[in-house]
């Protein structure tokens, strides 16, 4: 079992910015990528950022290509999701994902992550 928990999240203006982190143990050897997912309140899930393990691979949804910055730290077996120019839309309970197989570029389809950690909530104000 691989074991995910997020921290970062927070109440913030939007044009601010913030930084997610995320941590993993357990079976952290099965894990070749993580990434974020998010929902917003009555919305579905959806694809936020991924990284691949090896050799760093990444892929973004196109609402936040520009503003969001996904990255990772292979040592501690991290990953960090730097939010800038924050909106309200980006309001959302944010979720860390990791998968045991991953393509080039990662893939965004919730299926395809199979371990996922609690969630942390980012709430941006007008």
């Known amino acids: 079992q691989v074991n995910l928990v997020e921290s970062g999240g927070g109440l913030v203006q939007a044009g601010d910015s913030l930084r997610l982190s995320c941590a993993s143990s357990?079976?952290?050897?099965?894990?070749?990528?993580m990434g974020w997912f998010r929902q917003a309140p009555g919305k579905e899930r959806e694809f936020v950022a991924a990284?691949?393990?090896?050799?760093?691979?990444?892929n973004y949804a196109d609402s936040v290509k520009g503003r969001f910055t996904i990255s990772k730290d292979n040592a501690r077996n991290m990953v960090f999701l730097q939010m800038s120019s924050l909106k309200p839309e980006d309001t959302a309970v944010y979720y860390c994902?990791?998968?045991?197989?991953?393509?080039?570029?990662?893939?965004?389809?919730?299926?395809?992550?199979?371990?996922w950690g609690q969630g942390t909530q980012v709430t941006v104000s007008s």
């Open positions: 994902v990791a998968t045991r197989s991953v393509g080039i570029p990662p893939s965004q389809r919730a299926l395809s992550y199979e371990y």
């Open positions: 357990g079976r952290t050897f099965l894990v070749y990528g």
């Open positions: 990284v691949r393990w090896s050799g760093g691979s990444t």
